[in-house]
């Protein structure tokens, strides 16, 4: 099984054989982001050389292209197959004909940001029980080869041709696309996981799926209905595998079951660890579990709260994606953004230990982490991880020991991005900071990106891409041009 | 008839004269509605610890409403078992004087009980639940003098984290805003609950915010942040003056608005902002125009004062202050933490959702705290506003109710 198939693709995007010694010398490392996190480990860091340090929206300076998305963005940028792919609303309709309250996936050219495709998905009958008005798609999609994989705001998987209608051809069993013109989506296959599977999101199905091999992962959103009070369908899996070919479910899990304490808004990482190819859910009931990814096999679970935590007070769920870095998951804990500010942990965790690990597989454990929403960037034996009150934190990644503490004076949603010896943060305020990577906290540039950025800095192919509310920017040094 | 006309009207001049009165906060942001005290000679540096504590009481039940203090009483909105209450405490120790509920009583995720604050008018108090029942009550014990349900009556639908208004007492009337279809606000009068008028050109459901009034060059105007933009209707007719949407957001609007001259600010968090609009009166209506527009001042909840020309409030979870004419930010600061303040005799007073009370200098020099102390935690956010009245701060968070000596001895 190939831990990162986007690999082959770049490679053999190169026509000549003249570089391929070359670029074999260098590690073997995508310049696509074909996913949240980038791989299926989620850091969020990447090996790429040259990202900008510095950028002005107002002067266009090293903004390579703009691209115009709905008023409300949370779909994280990916990039792959030459395209950009992002969630939104529909508040700016790129096709005049599909108006009115829409989650929208739309595809940009990777090269200068030309809007291609979008896929349009209806707001539910249920209303803001399942799906909450304006927010569009909130997953990010996982793209492997000519394939993409992204959750819907109707709580459906789904699977599209990344050339969408541009290539002329209805691909794939499913033929009933509801538009069928040029800039539309072409669905592969579609499982809706609320009428097929009984999930009930609570509010939105957001998760971004991981694709591993013939597997995608992910988690359906099932929780709490709009009282709070009963989780209607507590027998529907939290956690799905499904084939990538088919959509058809491979194995399926409900443990959180009805301990859901409100939603379930992360989103699996994988890794190989005691031998077996592991996936790791953080469930809506507090506590993060490891299957055998193949199988579905229940490995281990570890209670992500002290025993002593009240929710909403102070027990927390998990909003943010676990990473995988040197055998160990690093993950922290957080709730709803609408909940507030809180107490937050963050863990490192052993997922080699096998039943309840929470005192067995717990390495290390940080309580100074505020609630988050954020997840982990690992890189060179440091961890960065920012929190919802605006706090990103610099520890060691073996012994959790706190480097430094870098005050943002604004709420944090998205997650630090290390990459090319700096760390990358966007915060509520719209600004976005670049600190010096290491164990000195030193600030190089802050940059105000004209409305919040609650999103992930997304590196690629040179680029480094940062969407706000609701535009969406790909951002070089124009001195150097990006490499393609 | 006339005669209990003639006695109502001199019951209003009675109670008029009442509200100026000193040492008084009848209601929600106290007399004028600015959350400005006019008071002097409190405590210029709190002691380590806390001020001294003269009362406490713990029977209030759930809610996020703040106090209202006139004459020996005070009043508040809290539960009793399933109904929303309003409570009369004798303002000397706290001690119910009598209790008197609304209807029932609604939770939430976010917290249960009514989050708005009864406003006293001499023999009679006014309250809105959280799930829309507003009553005239008499203050000597509680009883109801009339009540209605403002969402069934005008066909309003409650809000997601419930309704949260104080409503306003205009000359004759009490305002609310039901945010029912084309009643977007509504005029009762006060002594009969009686429908004066209702806002027919706005149907937007209500926000969480609370009305003020504005005399702008001779037109009063009632001025609000609904669920969808900042308003201002016309105080004797509720005819509709403007409707600015830009600084409204679709999730939650709460801060009431501030009115300055002949200006007014509106502020809503989620990635909003802030913006300031100059009104200008002509031929009997208002005109507003938009003076700047912000993402500096992001307020979620706690409101914003404006002292000297500086607007003080939390963007987000940042106290910040901005220069009220021009939105330049002065200085940005965590504080106590996201919260919720009020101010008197040149001092901040702050009240942190994680429970931490604290006193900062009301200036844009920079940032300059006198002190903090934290309260005891109650398991929700304390996001009651804070109330200085009579040399004493009152502090209440869910079921408590604490009031300390801050006069400077």
Same mark, same amino acid.
């Given at each position: 099984m190939n831990p990162t198939p986007q690999h082959s693709c770049k490679l053999k995007s190169?026509?000549?054989?003249?570089?391929l010694p070359l670029l074999l010398a260098l590690?073997?490392?995508?310049?696509?982001?074909?996913?949240w996190g980038g791989?299926?480990?989620?850091?969020?860091?990447?090996?790429?050389?040259?990202?900008?340090t510095s950028w002005d929206i107002k002067t266009k300076q090293n903004i390579k292209w703009k691209a115009d998305l709905g008023s409300?963005? *949370?779909g994280n940028p990916v990039v792959a197959d030459g395209k950009v792919f992002v969630g939104t609303n529909n508040?700016?309709?790129?096709?005049?004909e599909i108006t009115g309250d829409r989650g929208i996936l739309m595809c940009f050219r990777e090269?200068?940001?030309?809007f291609l495709w979008q896929a349009v998905s209806d707001k539910l009958e249920?209303?803001?029980?399942?799906d909450w008005p304006?927010?569009?798609?909130c997953s990010s999609p996982a793209v492997d080869g000519k394939r993409l994989y992204y959750v819907t705001n109707r709580g459906e998987l789904v699977c599209l041709d990344t050339e969408g209608f541009l290539d002329g051809k209805n691909n794939?069993?499913?033929?009933?696309?509801p538009h069928k013109g040029s800039t539309d989506a072409d669905v592969i296959w579609k499982l809706d996981m609320m009428k097929e599977l009984a999930v009930f999101q609570h509010n939105m199905a957001n998760s971004s799926p991981a694709v591993w091999g013939e597997l995608l992962f992910l988690e359906t959103s099932n929780g709490r209905d709009d009282s709070h009070? @009963?989780?209607?369908?507590?027998?529907?899996?939290s956690f799905i595998a499904a084939?990538?070919?088919?959509?058809?479910?491979v194995w399926q899990d409900n443990s959180p079951g009805d301990r859901i304490l409100h939603g379930q808004w992360s989103s699996p990482g994988l890794g190989e660890a005691g031998g077996l190819l592991q996936v790791f859910f953080p469930g809506g009931d507090g506590w993060l579990y490891g299957f055998?990814?193949?199988?579905?096999?229940?490995?281990w679970s570890f209670d992500?709260?002290?025993?002593?935590?009240?929710?909403?007070k102070t027990r927390n769920d998990g909003i943010a994606t676990p990473v995988f870095y040197d055998g160990r998951i690093f993950l922290a804990t957080g709730q709803d953004?609408?909940?507030?500010?809180g107490v937050g942990h963050l863990y490192c965790i052993d997922?080699? @230990?096998?039943?309840?690990?929470t005192e067995t597989g717990r390495i290390w454990h940080n309580? @100074?982490?505020?609630?988050t929403l954020s997840t982990a960037a690992l890189a060179d034996g440091l961890i960065y991880i920012s929190d919802f009150s605006g706090f990103l934190h610099c520890l060691?990644? @073996?012994?959790?020991?706190?480097y430094w503490t870098f005050d943002m004076l604004a709420a944090v949603w998205g997650s630090p991005l290390a990459a090319d010896g700096k760390v990358y943060l966007g915060d509520e305020d719209g600004d976005v900071v670049v600190l010096l990577a290491g164990k000195e906290l030193k600030k190089i540039a802050e940059m105000n990106m004209?409305?919040?950025? *609650?999103s992930t800095p997304v590196p690629a192919n040179g680029v480094l891409y940062i969407m706000n509310r609701s535009e969406l920017y790909a951002i070089a040094n124009t001195a150097a041009g990006p490499p393609n | 008839m006339h005669s209990a006309r003639l006695l109502f009207t001199f019951i209003g001049c009675f109670i008029i004269a009442g509200a100026a009165?000193?040492?008084?906060?009848?209601?929600w942001h106290g007399p004028d509605r600015t959350?400005?005290?006019?008071?002097?000679?409190?405590?210029k540096q709190w002691p380590k610890?806390?001020?001294?504590?003269v009362w406490s009481i713990?029977?209030? %039940?759930r809610g996020y409403g703040s106090v209202a203090i006139q004459g020996d009483r005070i009043y508040v909105q809290g539960t009793q078992i399933s109904s929303s209450v309003v409570f009369c405490l004798?303002?000397?120790?706290?001690?119910?004087?009598w209790a008197r509920a609304l209807g029932r009583s609604m939770d939430q995720q976010r917290g249960g009980g009514p989050r708005g604050t009864p406003t006293a008018d001499g023999e009679s108090v006014y309250a809105l639940s959280e799930d829309g029942d507003l009553a005239c009550l008499?203050?000597?014990?509680?009883?109801?003098?009339w009540a209605r349900n403002i969402l069934k009556e005008f066909k309003g639908s409650n809000a997601e984290w419930l309704l949260s208004e104080s409503p306003l007492l205009d000359g004759n009337n009490l305002i609310v805003t039901p945010? %029912?279809?084309?009643?977007g606000i509504v005029a009762l009068d006060?002594?009969?609950?009686?429908?004066?008028?209702?806002?027919?050109?706005l149907s937007d459901p209500a926000g969480y915010s609370s009305c003020i009034v504005a005399d702008v060059q001779g037109v009063r105007t009632i001025v609000t942040l609904t669920a969808r933009a900042g308003v201002g209707v016309r105080a004797?007719?509720?005819?509709?003056l403007w409707h600015y949407?830009?600084?409204?957001?679709? !999730?939650a609007n709460v801060a009431t608005p501030v009115f300055f001259k002949d200006k007014v600010f509106y502020t809503s968090a989620y990635n909003t902002g802030c913006a300031l609009l100059r009104l200008k009166a002509v031929d009997g209506e208002v005109k507003a125009e938009e003076v700047y527009f912000s993402r500096d001042m992001m307020n979620h909840h706690g409101g914003v004062v404006l002292v000297n020309g500086y607007l003080y409030g939390f963007s987000s979870a940042i106290l910040t202050c901005m220069?009220?004419? !021009? %939105?330049?930010?002065q200085w940005r600061d965590r504080s106590v933490g996201k919260g919720t303040l009020t101010y008197a005799d040149g001092n901040l007073y702050l009240l942190g959702e994680n429970n931490m009370v604290g006193l900062a200098e009301a200036t844009p020099a920079a940032y300059k705290e006198k002190g903090r102390f934290q309260i005891s935690d109650q398991?929700?956010?304390?996001?009651a506003h804070p109330v200085v009245c009579g040399g004493k701060l009152h502090i209440r968070n869910q079921g408590i109710l604490a009031c300390y000596d801050i006069k400077e001895k």
């Open positions: 190169h026509p000549a054989g003249l570089f590690p073997l490392v995508s310049q696509d982001w074909p996913m791989t299926p480990q989620r850091n969020m860091v990447s090996p790429m050389k040259n990202l900008p409300t963005s *949370y508040d700016n309709p790129k096709n005049p090269s200068d940001g030309r249920s209303g803001k029980e399942n304006g927010q569009g798609v794939g069993p499913f033929q009933d696309e009070e @009963k989780i209607p369908s507590p027998r529907a899996p084939n990538k070919n088919t959509g058809k479910v055998n990814a193949r199988t579905g096999e229940k490995l992500l709260n002290p025993k002593n935590a009240v929710w909403p953004p609408e909940n507030g500010e997922p080699t @230990k096998r039943g309840d690990i309580s @100074k982490i505020r609630r060691d990644a @073996k012994s959790g020991a706190s004209g409305s919040s950025v *609650y | 009165a000193d040492g008084d906060w009848p209601q959350n400005v005290s006019t008071e002097t000679g409190l405590l610890g806390a001020p001294p504590m713990s029977n209030l %039940g004798n303002r000397a120790d706290g001690k119910t004087i008499r203050t000597k014990d509680g009883s109801v003098a945010g %029912g279809n084309k009643a006060k002594a009969t609950g009686n429908t004066v008028w209702t806002a027919s050109e004797n007719d509720g005819k509709l949407e830009r600084a409204a957001n679709d !999730t220069e009220f004419e !021009t %939105g330049k930010i398991g929700w956010p304390s996001w």
